[in-house]
């Protein structure tokens, strides 16, 4: 992650009221995206679902990037 990137979302990641706030919500997208592989026929949204579900757990640890990052 880019240091000036990593700096600026630390308060973001760093506040211990919003950001269980900011991983429940993750939680919530990654079961409605599991749903939605469970319903599909797609292929091609298969695809996009599992890259969706990819993004969202990065976002699941992205204090521990803005940390490493910021160093």
Do not use: S
Not at 17 to 25: E, G
Not at 32 to 40: A, P, S
């Amino acid at each position: 992650m880019d240091k000036e990137i990593a700096r600026k979302i630390l308060p973001l990641v760093n506040d211990v009221d919003k950001y269980p706030l900011l991983q429940d919500y993750i939680e919530n997208r990654i079961e409605t995206m599991r749903n939605f592989l469970e319903n599909t026929k797609d292929h091609q949204k298969v695809l996009e679902v599992q890259g969706a579900i990819a993004e969202l757990r990065r976002f699941q640890t992205l204090r521990d990037q803005a940390l490493e990052g910021a160093k």
